[in-house]
Structures are given as C-alpha cells and as structure tokens.
C-alpha cells in the first residue's frame, strides 16, 4: 500500500487543503488564490444546509418533498458509463433529526453537484467539512480527471458520500431535471464563463436550491465587448467606475431572465467581487405569479459619457387597480436629459442588470458567525469575516457605487479623504456606505446633483488651477454652477464604518506574484514544465516584432 502510495505522489502533485488531501495532475494548475474562493462555498453552503433543515422542520409537506430515495447507488452519466458507488447499508444511513456530521451519510440530507470539477477538490472538501450531506456528485468531462477524482475519493475514504461522473455539465443537469434527483446545491467554477451553464443550472437545482456560479470572464463583463457581453449575457455592458458591481448585476439578470423562462425566480443570498472573477450565490424558487413581478427587479442605466453621473431606469411599474390588484405597465422615461445636466455630454444607455439586493444580510451575518466559531477549519477566516462584514454594511436598495478618486479626477480635484466625504453626505441627511468591490467607494441615496455639489463645496477651499478650466471641458461646466446643497465637513461620527474600526481584513494586498488566472488545464503533460510566467516573457513583444517584420517587407 505505501509503495502505491509513493508511486501516484510521484505521478502527481499533493495538495492539502482544508481537511483535504488530494492528488492533483501536474498538467492541472493548482491555484491558492481561490482557496478564498472554496473556503467561501464550503462555508455558504454548510449554512445554507441549516437553514434547509430548519424550513424542512417547520414544514412537513417540504419535509416530504425532500427525502430522498434511497436506491442512489448508481449515478448514471452523460457517455453513457455508469460510475459506481461503493454499497452502503441502510442502517448506516442516519437522518437530520439531531446533530449532523461533516463526513456522514444522510438519508434526508442535502445533495450536491460539483460540474466541473476537475481533480475533485471542492468535492472532498465538501464531504469532509458540510454536515448533513446526502450524496455529493463530482463530474468532469475529461475521462482522465474522473480518474483523479476517483483516487482522491478512494485517497479521502469518502466513496460512501462523494460519486465521480463522466460527462458534459449540462446534460448531466438536465437529466437530473424534475426528478427525485435535483440536486439541492450546484456548483459551477467554470474556466472562462458561466453563460452556457446557466439554462441547465436553474432548471435542474431542486426547489429553494442553491446555485454558486462563479465567472473570470471579467474583460467581457466589465465592458471592453459590450456586444460579446450581450451575445452571452443578454446585457450592453460599459467600461465604468462601478464595473466590477455591474458585472455582478449582468450575472444576476442573466440568472433571473433565465430562470423566468420556467416560472422560476431568483433570491441572492451572497454576491461578491474578488480578485479576478465574481461569485454569486442565489436560491432559485417556482412561482409564476412573482416572476410577473420580475420585471421590476431590472433596469437599464444611463451613464454620463463625461462626468460619470448614472442614473437607474426600472423596466416597469406597477399600477394600482381595484382593492390589493395591480397591473404592471412599461416604465416612463427617459430619467434623464438629452445631454447631462452637469457636465453637458451624451449619456451611454447600459443593461438591464440586476437593480434589486445583492445580499441576504441575515444570512451573510449567520455565515460570518460561523466561520468565526470554526476558524481553524478556514485558512483564509480573516479575509472571508472581513469582506462578509463589507457586505453586510452595504445600502441594500442603491445600485451601483461611486469612486472618490474618479469623481475628483473628473474635475482635476485633488482626492480628498473617504471619511470626509462620507461625513459630507451623512451630515446632508444621507445614507451612504462602502462597497466591497473597490476600495475608496461610496454607495448612498443622494443624487448626482448632490454627489457633485459635495464637490464644488470642497473646491471652494481647495480650488482648481484656472488652465484646468477649458470653456466647454466637464470641469468647467461642473464647476460653473453653484452648490445648492449646504454641506458639513464635519466629521460625523458614522463616517467609519464598523468593519474599519474593528480593523477587519477588508482590501487585502494582491496575495502573490502573478496571482491571477491561470492557464486552461491540459489533457495532457507536454510542455507542461513551461510556466505561465516563462511563457509570458518569451511571448513579449511578439505582435509587435510581427508587425516590423511585415513592414520591412512591404517595403
């Protein structure tokens, strides 16, 4: 046994993570920086099993809908190969009646779909750290990592819990649609996007699922091919200030006109920027009558080509009739001027994205206490306590968010401090909180007019060079008007949010060189020794030698 053992750690890279200890293809990339990632889900999704058990508890019709049959032995894949379970007694099989257990098989437990899961990490993890788990299914399409994934399931003795399946992610969601086995949790990590998953992904989830959808695809979501964004997404996107919060909004929208299309709504639990990707996690339910009320939850944005000022635009409204009824009706509009009332340039028109919350802030406080109770379990507890208390300080009703820097630098404003700022706003009567994808942000419920009177009240004190002020330019035309807002700089004492006075890891520092994506997977081991980084620096320059060379030809 230990001669086998030394045998595949010679064949593969070991990787430990949390309570995992994997063998993992040295042509696969295994990359830390998402450690962050899948501490994260294992977290979410450990409370997300609580708060099931407890509606199930509360409700016997649901108790009953959730129960699973018991005959899962076999889990049959999309190459037509069925992957084996090793048999498990019926006596072992325990239910969710008392204390639940990482690493146990629950006959009433949760079920999960890991789809694409490449050496199965997420996987093991799941079946050694959630408790209450029924059944975990790790698939990949690669016949070669449903091999890894079964040593490491063999390597984590979890063949009781965890099954491997070969085949295509989303034929494997599909089969599972309207039957006995919807998965109550999916989980898609993909390379790339998510948009050729997400059609499969809310149809097959079981009802009051849980979906954690993650995208890297974030050049195309933040705006550089706003029509690339809207062949995959459904949405014109923009280059802006905000883009990191827009892209989570495109992802939401998407996942919620989606699932529309089968009576099915959304309901975000968490939704968070990080790094280099996004990562949402949203409950899906059926109800035709509140998909009606869909439309409601979307709006397009009017984006100031000069100044930056944006303004939401619902799709629709809603109309009284007689008694409680309603009818809904288009939006009136546009919200704007023809040019901006600031700045006078044109606006871009930007959506639909997502305009309601982001967040269950009960649910994000219930997942913070747990990863405080369990931070040995986590090894990145700091980051995830830190951020998850951002988000629980966030406006919950105001897209999208403000940058300080950009607001000033529209103006050739020197930046001034974030706490100021803020006080500016919270002595005005406003609300206004950070956002936590970008630091030095602002949400609040003031208007552009009094976003940007804030600023001209500042200038009065710390003026703008005269050269600055080119006739027609959006700092002399911002600048031109006077304030009509009277603002305190006063510093007020909720200017400093909670998070910040407890000194919480918020806005880590890059965790290392090149600590971004890494390249696709291989299916094989050539020219696996060749790093990114070498392959980076050998590609340098290489449009532009092409380009001399082509010239020194036509000539």
């Known amino acids: 046994m230990s001669t086998k053992l030394e045998d595949e750690e010679t064949q593969y890279n070991v990787v430990r993570e ?9 042509s696969v990339f295994y990359n830390p920086v998402q450690e962050f990632n899948r501490d994260l889900t294992v977290a979410v999704i450990s409370n997300f099993a609580q708060l099931l058990r407890e509606e199930i508890k509360n409700d016997t019709s649901k108790n009953k809908r959730h129960l699973k049959p018991k005959n899962d032995k076999k889990w049959p894949d999309t190459s037509g190969e069925v992957v084996q379970k090793t048999d498990v007694k019926e006596s072992e099989e325990q239910t969710c009646d008392g204390d639940v257990e990482a690493g146990k098989k629950y006959a009433d437990g949760i079920s999960i779909l890991e789809g694409l899961a490449a050496s199965g990490l997420r996987s093991i993890r799941f079946g050694l750290e959630i408790p209450g788990v029924q059944r975990i299914v790790t698939n990949d399409f690669d016949k070669t990592a449903v091999e890894v994934i079964q040593k490491n399931i063999e390597r984590n003795k979890l063949e009781h819990l965890v099954t491997s399946s070969l085949g295509d992610a989303s034929m494997v969601m599909y089969m599972s649609k309207g039957t006995d086995a919807a998965f109550d949790v999916i989980d898609l990590d993909p390379y790339g996007g998510a948009s050729q998953f997400l059609d499969a992904a809310v149809q097959s989830v079981g009802e009051g699922g849980l979906l954690c959808v993650t995208c890297t695809d974030m050049a195309l979501l ?24 827009m892209a989570l909004r495109i992802l939401l929208q998407s996942l919620e006109t989606t699932a529309n299309r089968y009576s099915r709504y959304i309901v975000p ?3 968070i920027s990080a790094d280099f990707y996004i990562r949402v996690f949203v409950r899906v339910f059926t109800s035709a009558a509140k998909v009606k009320l869909s439309s409601l939850k979307l709006a397009n944005i009017y984006h100031c080509s000069g100044c ?3 303004t939401i635009q619902k799709l629709a409204r809603k109309i009284p009739t007689k008694g409680d009824n309603f009818k809904m009706a288009a939006a009136h509009g546009p919200p704007v001027t023809e040019i901006c009332e600031h700045c006078e340039h044109k606006h871009y028109v930007v959506g639909p994205v997502w305009a309601d919350r982001l967040h269950d802030t009960d649910f994000v406080k219930k997942v913070i206490s747990y990863v405080q109770k369990k931070s040995s379990d986590f090894q990145t507890h700091k980051r995830i306590v830190g951020m ?7 406006l919950k009703d105001c897209p999208m968010y403000y940058v300080i820097d950009d607001v000033c630098q529209q103006v050739h404003l020197s930046s001034f401090n974030q706490e100021i700022f803020m ?6 009567g406003f609300e206004v909180s950070m956002s936590h994808a970008e630091q030095n942000s602002i949400k609040t419920n003031a208007s552009n007019r009094d976003i940007w009177d804030i600023v001209r009240s500042w200038e009065k004190t710390h003026p703008v060079t005269e050269k600055r002020r080119v006739p027609g330019s959006v700092t002399a035309n911002i600048l031109s008007k006077e304030p009509i807002l009277k603002v305190s700089f006063d510093l007020h ?3 400093k949010q909670e998070s910040k006075k407890r000194g919480l890891s918020r806005y880590p520092q890059n965790p290392e060189k090149f600590w971004g994506p890494k390249p696709r997977a291989k299916k094989s081991e050539v020219d696996s020794t060749e790093s990114m980084v070498d392959k980076r620096i050998k590609l340098q320059g290489k449009r532009k030698k092409n380009q001399e060379v082509s010239n020194s030809h036509s000539n």
């Open 388 to 394: 998850l208390s951002l988000v629980s300080e966030e």
């Open 423 to 428: 006080s500016a706003l919270l002595n005005a």
């Open 269 to 271: 639990m968490i939704s």
């Open 493 to 495: 004492p909720g200017a």
């Open 308 to 310: 930056g000022a944006f």
């Open 18 to 26: 949390g309570k995992a200890d994997i063998l993992q293809p040295k």
């Open 222 to 245: 933040c705006g550089n091919t706003p029509e690339s964004c809207r062949a995959r997404y459904g949405t014109m996107s923009y280059r802006s200030a905000y883009c990191k919060e």
